[in-house]
C-alpha cells in the first residue's frame, strides 16, 4: 500500500524554539494533506488540511501564526511549531489521501508514523 | 458539526473471546467510515474502510459494519488474541465547509487481551 512518512520521529527542543516536521508521501502524490494532534490517552483532532499551491485551512481554535504549514510539493507538506512552548509537547500524525479529491467515496487514508515532540 | 463517540472506552477479556467494539457518529451525512488500529506511541494502522453505500467490510477476524441512518457502526473481533491488545479508533469522513473533506475521529477503545 501506499507510504506515508514523517520526519522526525521524536525531537526534544528548548521552549522559545521553532521545530520543523517533515510530512512526504512516497509513492504517491497528495494535493492534499492533513495534520492532525494527538496528546497522551485522546485521540487525533484534526489541526488543518495543508493543500498544495494554496494556504492551509485551519481548524477552529488552531492559531495559523503558531502553527505554520507550508505545501511546497505533491509529495511534501512540512509543519512548523513556532516559539514552541511545553503544552505543545504533543504526538504529530500526518496523512494523506491516495486518490485525487474528487475520488472522495473511494479513497483509503494513509498515515504517516507519528512526531512525537517533547518542549522542555 | 460531527462527534464521533466509542463505547466502552477500555476492555480486558480473556484470549479466545469474540468482541465487538462500537462507534457513533452524530451526523449521518458521510463519505466513508475507517477503523484503525494504535499501539502506543506509534502511528495509526488502517483495519477496514467503509464506504457509505456499504453495510459491512470483513478482513481475517475483523467484521466491520456501518449503518448511516442510525449513525453507528461496529468493529467485530473474532477470536480474540493477546497480539490484538491496542486502542482501536474509528473515523468519520465528510464534508468540510470548503468544499473539500475531513475526517473526524473518536476517542478509541483501549483493548486489553489477556493470555
Known amino acids: 500500500g501506499a507510504v506515508v512518512s514523517q520526519h522526525p520521529s521524536w525531537v526534544i527542543c528548548k521552549s522559545g524554539t521553532s521545530v520543523k516536521i517533515e510530512c512526504r508521501s512516497l509513492d504517491f502524490q497528495a494535493t492534499t494533506m492533513f495534520w492532525y494532534r494527538q496528546f497522551p490517552k485522546q485521540s487525533l483532532m484534526l489541526m488543518a488540511t495543508s493543500n498544495e499551491g494554496s494556504k492551509a485551512t485551519y481548524e477552529q481554535g488552531v492559531e495559523k501564526d503558531k502553527f505554520l504549514i507550508n505545501h511546497a510539493s505533491l509529495t511534501l507538506s512540512t509543519l512548523t511549531v513556532t516559539s514552541a512552548h511545553p503544552e505543545d509537547s504533543s504526538f504529530y500524525i500526518c496523512?494523506?489521501?491516495?486518490?485525487?479529491?474528487?475520488?472522495?467515496?473511494?479513497?483509503?487514508?494513509?498515515f504517516g508514523p507519528g512526531t512525537r515532540l517533547t518542549v522542555l | 458539526k460531527q462527534e464521533v463517540t466509542q463505547i466502552p472506552a477500555a476492555l480486558s477479556v480473556p484470549e479466545g473471546e469474540n468482541l465487538v467494539l462500537n462507534c457513533s457518529f452524530t451526523d449521518s451525512a458521510i463519505y466513508n467510515l475507517q477503523w484503525f488500529r494504535q499501539d502506543p506511541g506509534k502511528g495509526l494502522t488502517s483495519l477496514l474502510l467503509i464506504q457509505s453505500s456499504q453495510r459491512e467490510q470483513t478482513s481475517g477476524r475483523l467484521n466491520a459494519s456501518l449503518d448511516k441512518s442510525s449513525g453507528r457502526s461496529t468493529l467485530y473481533i473474532a477470536a480474540s488474541q493477546p497480539g490484538d491488545s491496542a486502542t482501536y479508533l474509528c473515523a468519520a469522513r465528510g464534508p468540510n465547509n470548503t468544499g473539500g473533506f475531513k475526517t473526524i475521529f473518536g476517542a478509541g477503545t483501549r483493548l486489553f487481551v489477556k493470555a
Open positions: 496523512s494523506a489521501p491516495q486518490e485525487p479529491e474528487t475520488l472522495l467515496s473511494t479513497d483509503t487514508q494513509y
